[in-house]
């Protein structure tokens, strides 16, 4: 067989089946509809402008401007979405940032910023349960503050010496389902009990219940485990080993399973 013309191959075709599968969960009419109105002579809705952005990456690039340099050829076509200027994007995600609240402890004179960021995290909840295989019901919830080292201007120094940021992250099996940054100053404990309370309420709201949450010892103390247990059935910590810790266990003579 002779082709003698056809219409442009890209070479990031198997996106579209992404872009279809988004959309035949609904995930473009949930973005539009909860994420503030754009402007009516706006040429782009959110879906555009968020899997634009996902198709970097999707894509093996590595920032927004992928999209006008290195993905361009094989992106500008896309029969689904139509793909905005990196600057376009940078600015509407920008626009829905949070500014920072800060909060201070009953003890100490630092000053804690942190990022609720509600909507959104409302916003992911709801577009994870539109999600096949995701579990609602008896979950194992994990939650870490993890580490991100950055030159940004606002960002504090983090107990490993250097500027960063400390969100907090609750985790259900592979799925992200709350995120609430707090600036590389504020330790893991400081105020965690607060942040435990939020997420939860979200989960709780959402009509997700909690089996175990499962955190490591920056969560072993009084006001972080109430916290968890007011939400969920079972609380697995890792305890912080302590001289006297490390005598009691060493008595125990018979273990039970």
Request: aromatic share 10%; glycine share 6%.
């Amino acid at each position: 067989m002779k082709v003698i013309n056809s219409k442009p191959v890209s070479a990031f075709g198997g996106l579209n089946f992404v872009i279809q599968e988004a959309i035949n969960l609904k995930i473009n009419t949930l973005l539009n509809t909860n994420l503030p109105a754009l402007p009516k002579q706006s040429q782009y809705n959110w879906f555009d402008i968020i899997m634009s952005y996902w198709s970097v990456f999707f894509s093996g690039g590595d920032c927004a401007e992928d999209l006008s340099i290195n993905l361009k050829e094989g992106l500008q076509n896309n029969p689904f979405i139509n793909i905005p200027s990196p600057d376009s994007i940078l600015n509407r995600l920008k626009s829905l940032s949070d500014s920072p609240q800060f909060f201070s402890t009953k003890r100490g004179k630092t000053e804690h910023h942190f990022s609720l960021a509600q909507d959104l995290n409302k916003l992911n909840i709801k577009m994870l349960s539109l999600l096949p295989g995701f579990q609602k019901e008896n979950v194992i919830l994990d939650y870490d503050n993890t580490l991100i080292f950055t030159e940004k201007a606002d960002a504090q120094r983090t107990y490993k010496k250097e500027p960063g940021y400390y969100p907090g992250v609750g985790i259900i099996g592979e799925h992200v389902v709350y995120v609430e940054n707090r600036n590389g100053n504020s330790t893991a404990h400081v105020l965690q009990h607060k942040t435990i309370e939020r997420m939860t309420s979200l989960l709780k709201e959402a009509g997700v219940t909690i089996d175990v949450i499962r955190a490591d010892s920056a969560s072993y103390t009084y006001e972080i485990i109430k916290a968890m247990e007011e939400s969920a059935k079972r609380v697995f910590i890792r305890a912080r080993m302590t001289d006297t810790l490390e005598s009691a266990i060493a008595n125990i003579k018979e273990w039970n399973e």
